[in-house]
Structures are given as C-alpha cells and as structure tokens.
T-cell receptor
Framework: KQEVTQIPAALSVPEGENLVLNCSFTDSAIYNLQWFRQDPGKGLTSLLLIQSSQREQTSGRLNASLDKSSGRSTLYIAASQPGDSATYLCAVDQTGANNLFFGTGTRLTVIP | NAGVMQNPRHLVRRRGQEARLRCSPMKGHSHVYWYRQLPEEGLKFMVYLQKENIIDESGMPKERFSAEFPKEGPSILRIQQVVRGDSAAYFC???????????FGDGTRLSIL
C-alpha cells in the first residue's frame, strides 16, 4: 500500500529565504504527483502537478521535481514571503483514477 | 464560476445522531471525491462517485457511512449513529474527468459531543 511521508513536519524561515520541502513515497509506480497548499480552515489549492513521465514543473516562484526511481519529490520555493505561510501537502495518484494518497504535510511559517 | 461548495461549514452532533454533509461540485464536473482529515493526520480518501454511481468506495468504513451523488442535486455523505471518533474535517473535491486535477471545497468540520 502506498505511503507518503513529508519531512519536516514544520518549518520556520525568515522572509526572503529559499526553501525546499520534501516528499517521499514507498511505491514508485505512480501516475502523477501533486503539491497542494492548505490555509487554516480552508480547502486545498493545487499548486503543481507532475506527470510520471516528467522531471519537474515550474510556476512562478515554485518548482517541483520528481524522481520516481527513488520515490522522492521536492517543492522549491524561491524568495519566500509571509503570504507563503500555509501547510503544504503532496499527494500521489497511483493509477490515474484520482484516488489520491496524501502526506501529512509540512507547516511553513515565513517570518517577516 | 463558483468553486466546490460544501455545507454546512461546521456541524455539531451528539453521539448516536446522524450527520449529513453536502457537496455541490463545480459546474460541469461530474466526478466527486470525499476525503477525511482526522486531527494531526493527512487526508484519507473515502469514496469516488460519478453521477448516480459509486466508482470506488475502498476508503469508506464498512458500517454507518454511505455516500450518494444523485442525478439532480448535491453529493451527500451520510454518517449514521455518529461516535466521537468521527470528529474530523470532511473535504469534497470534483473534477470534469477522472484523470484531471481535482478542485477542493473548504470542507465541513464535524464535531461530536
């Protein structure tokens, strides 16, 4: 059964720093991987989706990479801002049927 | 273009009562997914429905929980005879096709007294 782990569970950085969030998964036979953002009391907002055949995706200050063989993905956030403070979740779709396996998230705080 | 709408946002029930959670998918989306987020845990898939059909209910507890997505109206997640352990945030997501990204609602926070 697929298990998704995110480390660290919480991270605090000063504004302007670049940072990396990590996600690992136990079964490398995946269809795609997504990174989401969750604000307190809110639902999830999709940030980036990487298909299994891709190595990375970029959107603005965000860059997500995927290494299927090692079961790892990273989310790189450049020049962090206080508005980036949120919980970041990665989720794996194993079959393309959209049954997502989520990690427990990394709670990011960007200090002004 | 409204997003995924879930109501109520907060629901309080006493042990033994029934809880009904509603989800209206985005316009044009016929695929609905329900997830549960227990305190300090990640989101766990519960059930995937397409209009009038349950496609995958592998994450649904075998007893007390049921879901439907009728031809007309919202999808309903129903929990009968609630217990304290049902306290969680329940999220609904929708997509236009099964292999396209899901859009999430803001969730219903269920508290059991």
């Amino acid at each position: 059964k697929q298990e998704v782990t995110q480390i660290p569970a919480a991270l605090s950085v000063p504004e302007g720093e670049n940072l990396v969030l990590n996600c690992s998964f136990t079964d490398s036979a995946i269809y795609n991987l997504q990174w989401f953002r969750q604000d307190p009391g809110k639902g999830l907002t999709s940030l980036l989706l990487i298909q299994s055949s891709q190595r990375e995706q970029t959107s603005g200050r965000l860059n997500a990479s995927l290494d299927k063989s090692s079961g790892r993905s990273t989310l790189y956030i450049a020049a962090s801002q206080p508005g980036d403070s949120a919980t970041y979740l990665c989720a794996v779709d194993q079959t393309g049927a959209n049954n997502l396996f989520f990690g427990t998230g990394t709670r990011l705080t960007v200090i002004p | 273009n409204a997003g995924v709408m879930q109501n109520p946002r907060h629901l309080v029930r006493r042990r033994g009562q029934e809880a009904r959670l509603r989800c209206s998918p985005m316009k044009g989306h016929s695929h609905v997914y329900w997830y549960r987020q227990l305190p300090e845990e990640g989101l766990k898939f519960m059930v995937y429905l397409q209009k009038e059909n349950i496609i995958d209910e592998s994450g649904m507890p075998k007893e007390r929980f049921s879901a439907e997505f009728p031809k007309e109206g919202p999808s309903i997640l129903r929990i009968q005879q609630v217990v304290r352990g049902d306290s969680a945030a329940y999220f609904c997501a929708s997509s236009p096709l099964s292999n396209q990204p899901q859009h999430f609602g803001d969730g219903t926070r269920l508290s059991i007294l």
